[in-house]
């Protein structure tokens, strides 16, 4: 057909012809896709898990940046609880603009989000607003958490050198710790995952089963230390379940503000 000679109806047939799909044709673009994304699932899937902890590891760095703020101005470190209430996430709270979001790892259950509602009666106190519900910690009523606070560190009866606890700090059983006492910050656990369960999920232990670090992340647990630098690390080789001292001396110390072993 040369130009300007007129169109006829056998040259729209043969032009639709020629670009049309076949159903085959369709098919097997279809199929195409499918494998696509099958090969592409456990790379996005990958990706998601670690964009979590990620997330999870910038929420323990702004927490430790939480807890040295309330180190600074109060001159403790923040306390884990009191009247039978988790205390150190209401305080560290107010260092944080007032998110909560921080307190919650994406990979932990979604009951262990901490979500403020109102309804206690009970005054502004502790860290906690006016009329707040606070998050019971410990047997019956016990509130979900995805975060654990060191308060004891090793042999949760002993104490170190000034009578106060070994760990963060325990005001209900007269243990609070001075921010200036901490030996090593670098080499101290202050908070990290923890195991939801719904009974003493705000805190962590290194000699009680049950309460030790979770190991939601590749087999390990990530951990935020008094200089509020983060680590992912194995919890096994830190536990001493029979509470014997019988595991490595130099992980013992890291649960201890005073950076000994005991």
Not at 16 to 33: G, K
Not at 76 to 103: C, E, K, M
Not at 166 to 189: H, I, K, Q, W
Request: aromatic share 10%; hydrophobic share 35%; proline share 6%.
């Amino acid at each position: 057909m040369r130009y300007g000679d007129p169109i006829r109806n056998s040259d729209l047939r043969v032009n639709r012809q020629q670009h049309a799909f076949t159903i085959p044709e369709m098919l097997a673009v279809v199929a195409l896709i499918v494998i696509i994304i099958s090969i592409l699932q456990p790379a996005i899937q990958k990706g998601r898990t670690y964009a979590r902890e990620a997330m999870c590891n910038s929420n323990l760095h702004q927490i430790g940046l939480g807890s040295r703020g309330y180190a600074t101005d109060e001159r403790y470190l923040p306390p884990s609880y009191l009247g039978g209430y988790a205390v150190w996430p209401a305080v560290i709270r107010q260092y944080t603009n007032g998110n909560t979001d921080v307190f919650y790892c994406p990979e932990a259950p979604r009951e262990a989000k901490w979500e403020v509602t109102l309804g206690s009666g009970l005054p502004a106190e502790w860290g906690y607003a006016a009329d707040e519900v606070r998050r019971r910690v410990g047997g019956s009523g016990s509130w979900s958490f995805s975060y654990g606070h060191n308060n004891d560190g090793t042999n949760a009866g002993l104490r170190n050198a000034s009578g106060a606890s070994l760990g963060v700090g325990d005001p209900f059983a007269g243990r609070e710790v001075a921010s200036a006492t901490v030996v090593a910050p670098s080499n101290f656990m202050l908070i990290s995952d923890s195991l939801v369960d719904g009974v003493w999920d705000h805190f962590i232990d290194e000699d009680v089963p049950g309460e030790e670090p979770a190991t939601r992340h590749h087999g390990g647990a990530y951990v935020v230390f008094g200089d509020a630098h983060t680590e992912w690390i194995n919890p096994e080789p830190y536990l001493d379940h029979s509470n014997t001292g019988a595991n490595d001396p130099a992980l013992r110390r890291r649960w201890n503000n005073d950076n000994k072993s005991h």
